[in-house]
């Protein structure tokens, strides 16, 4: 299969979005990116080229079990099979993308350098458009959703003191809703950031200079929770690979560059760089609180009422509405909010059910770390270091948003951790031969040996 056609498969998640926001508004608008990728997938698996013994055996099992409970509760409820076919679309699509994400990098001499170049042709779209919106005011045309001004936008404000600057909010950029628009940027700048600063490449400068462009949309998006989990998952991976030297530098030069930039926005717009800082200093003291509301009292009824079973896979997944369903606070009386992937998922199948499915894509997050720790340094290892503290990060983060809801979210960070699923062993003298054998691509001293030595060793065994 053309390789050019899988690289345009793996930026479907983004495209169907604008599609959708700018063109068709219509939900058939995500069936037809669904029916691209599974048609691409099954083609791929016909020839023997997709990777399917790379997945993890318990995953398998455990996913044969989650998909028994919910088979058997089919038969005996009067759900629309459209319900679950949602469902299963938010549980195992993700995987769809990985399997042809990782097809195209076992295929295509330096294709994470390709993803990458997408990544970084997105984000600027992204953020150029936010800067748009934001220029033009809340109520231009370019901030409106399906004809409707200002639909999806969200107030820049904080609970305590409300909206910080009259007329300042959150935009949606190319997506319908501010919170996808966080989600999203979070996704693509933490793997670029992965990948510029783990992958042991020599570069220009201008990429890393970029980096305080894509900090810039992240603060634009408002999204606390993207800002935070981005700088504490770079930081605690670049202190646990600092006797390896990767990365570390380039972490302190992107520190300085920082308190640069945020130091000339200070001087520049003194009252906006405020309220910047209240909204996600504010995180601090909402954590807790949606903890609270959206984990710890619906915990509770969970416990008590969907223990063993639920409603239905997929009744309170997005999407869900035209079929029957609904959201789980509206379905379930609950204590507290309830806005949470583990809630909604238990209120689907049970929680016992639940973590089957959550053990399940943990053992692909632990396949992905012993991937990264086996070939650090090299671009597919960055990608899979990526992929792994993505999932961690979405799980935290899921306690307090149902990020696990958002397709466009999911199958986007899948598709860009693809090296998971990869066997070094089967690339076609992709990544490794040509990006980490040449010792002026990667860091300086003892390290550098010892990455040129398993490059030799990874050659040998192509």
């Known amino acids: 299969m053309n390789h050019w056609w899988l690289l345009f ?17 219509s939900d058939l608008v995500f069936l037809g990116g669904d029916v691209l990728v599974l048609a691409t997938a099954i083609a791929v698996g016909l020839r023997g080229r997709l990777n399917v013994r790379n997945i993890p055996m318990a995953f398998v099992v455990l996913s044969a079990v989650f998909l028994f409970v919910t088979a058997s509760h089919y038969t005996i409820s009067g759900n629309h099979i459209g319900v679950y076919g949602v469902g299963l679309r938010a549980t195992f699509l993700p995987l769809v993308y990985m399997l042809v994400s990782a097809r195209y990098l076992s295929a295509v001499d330096s294709g994470y350098e390709r993803i990458f170049s997408c990544v970084n042709v997105w984000i600027m779209i992204i953020g150029i458009m936010a800067i748009m919106q934001i220029v033009l005011g809340k109520n231009h045309p370019i901030n409106a959703v399906w004809g409707t001004s ?52 020599k570069r220009s400068p201008w990429p890393y200079a970029l980096m305080l462009f894509d900090l810039a949309i992240i603060l634009i998006s408002g999204q606390r929770a993207a800002l935070m989990f981005l700088v504490l998952s770079i930081g605690i991976v670049a202190l646990g690979t600092r006797r390896h030297g990767i990365g570390v530098w380039k972490i302190l030069v992107l520190g300085l560059l920082i308190i640069g930039g945020v130091s000339g926005a200070w001087v520049a717009k003194p009252d906006m760089a405020m ?128 990020v696990f809801a958002n397709s466009i979210v999911t199958t986007l960070g899948f598709a860009l951790g693809g090296a998971t699923l990869c066997s070094l062993q089967s690339m076609h003298g992709g990544e490794v031969a040509s990006e980490s054998v040449s010792s002026d691509r990667l860091t300086e001293g003892s390290q550098s040996q010892g990455l040129n030595s398993r490059n030799k060793l990874w050659l040998l065994q192509e």
């Not at 003191?161 to 007329?167: M, Q, R």
């Open 275 to 402: 309220a910047v800082y209240e909204r996600f200093a504010s995180v601090i003291n909402a954590i807790p609180l949606r903890l609270e509301g959206n984990l710890w009292l619906p915990i509770q009824t969970v416990m008590e009422d969907h223990l063993m079973s639920g409603e239905g896979l997929g009744y309170f997944t997005f999407g869900a509405r035209s079929f029957g369903g609904t959201l789980v606070y509206e379905g379930i009386k609950l204590e507290g909010l309830g806005e949470s992937s583990l809630i909604r998922l238990s209120g689907e199948v049970g929680l016992l059910v639940a973590m089957t499915i959550i053990l399940a894509y943990l053992t692909v997050v632990a396949r992905a770390w012993h991937f990264y720790r086996e070939h650090r340094g090299s671009p597919v290892a960055s990608g899979a270091l990526f992929f792994s503290i993505w999932v961690m990060c979405l799980m935290l983060w899921s306690n307090t948003a149902d």
């Open 9 to 25: 498969v793996l930026n479907v998640p983004l495209l169907q979005e604008a599609v959708r926001k700018y063109l068709i508004y």
């Open 150 to 201: 200002a639909l999806g936008v969200g107030d820049f404000a904080t609970t305590d003191k409300g909206v910080l600057i009259p007329g300042m909010f959150r935009p949606t950029s190319i997506f319908t809703h501010t919170g996808k628009f966080g989600q999203v940027i979070f996704t693509l700048v933490l793997f670029k950031w992965c990948y510029l600063l783990f992958a042991a490449i």
